[in-house]
């Protein structure tokens, strides 16, 4: 009888350390959560965007043997207009496209990682330069109609990790943008250039 009166208790006391403990995890988890909301809300870390401000078309034309030659160097900034936020980037990398195809990474790394400020500015150029040694006849054809109608699209896009500290809350985010670039169809001796300047926008 008392046995079962032991073990009843000792059941119900187990019951209950089990719901302390579930109800402190539930509460940790709670304040965890809602501090992470209000630290997104405060500094929208997703908010920051690169900016392309410049770039230079050097080349960008097919070859005889149906390659294509291209030659781009771009000049971008990143901003962390956050007043009380440090970033760090973990990782940054560039890739230019010409109609879906790869016209290559940028051929230096990127200089990674760095820290950045509050309210700085940093700028990378990426440089791009080779040949594709045979491209698609589509966009081939995309190429010439595009030089025949005086505006050729390239899209850079960048991929970064960066790493930001907002009191004890350590986030690390990777994030994918693309730029899209507009240019004159370069001719030999004089390459084409953009300076109008764009926005690169959160790639899906
Ligand atoms: C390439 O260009 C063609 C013609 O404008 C377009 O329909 C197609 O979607 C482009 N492909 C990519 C991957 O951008
Ligand atoms: C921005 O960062 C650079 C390089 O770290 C530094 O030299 C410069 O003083 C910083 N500028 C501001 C306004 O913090
Ligand atoms: C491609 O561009 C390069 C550099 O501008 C130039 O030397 C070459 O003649 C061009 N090729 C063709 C087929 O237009």
Not at 11 to 32: D, N, P, S
Not at 120 to 140: E, I, R
Request: aromatic letters at 12%.
């Amino acid at each position: 009888m008392s046995e079962t009166r032991e073990s009843m208790k000792a059941c119900c006391e187990c019951g209950k350390a089990c719901f302390q403990v579930a109800w402190h995890c539930t509460q940790f988890w709670t304040t965890l959560s809602i501090s992470a909301i209000v630290v997104w809300l405060v500094y929208r870390p997703n908010h920051f965007q690169p900016n392309v401000d410049s770039a230079v078309l050097n080349t960008l034309n097919l070859t005889a043997t149906g390659g294509l030659r291209y030659d781009l160097a771009v000049d971008m900034s990143f901003r962390n207009s956050h007043r009380g936020l440090k970033i760090q980037y973990l990782d940054v990398s560039a890739i230019a496209f010409y109609n879906g195809t790869t016209l290559g990474p940028a051929n230096d790394a990127l200089p990674a990682p760095f820290r950045q400020g509050p309210k700085n500015t940093t700028v990378l150029h990426p440089k791009f330069q080779g040949m594709v040694a045979a491209v698609d006849s589509c966009v081939a054809a995309e190429l010439e109609r595009e030089l025949a109608a005086g505006t050729v699209h390239v899209r850079v896009s960048a991929s970064l990790t960066i790493k930001y500290k907002v009191g004890l809350i350590k986030q690390i985010s990777f994030y994918k943008y693309d730029c899209w670039l507009w240019f004159p169809p370069p001719q030999v001796n004089a390459p084409a250039i953009f300076d109008a300047g764009t926005r690169c926008w959160l790639a899906k």
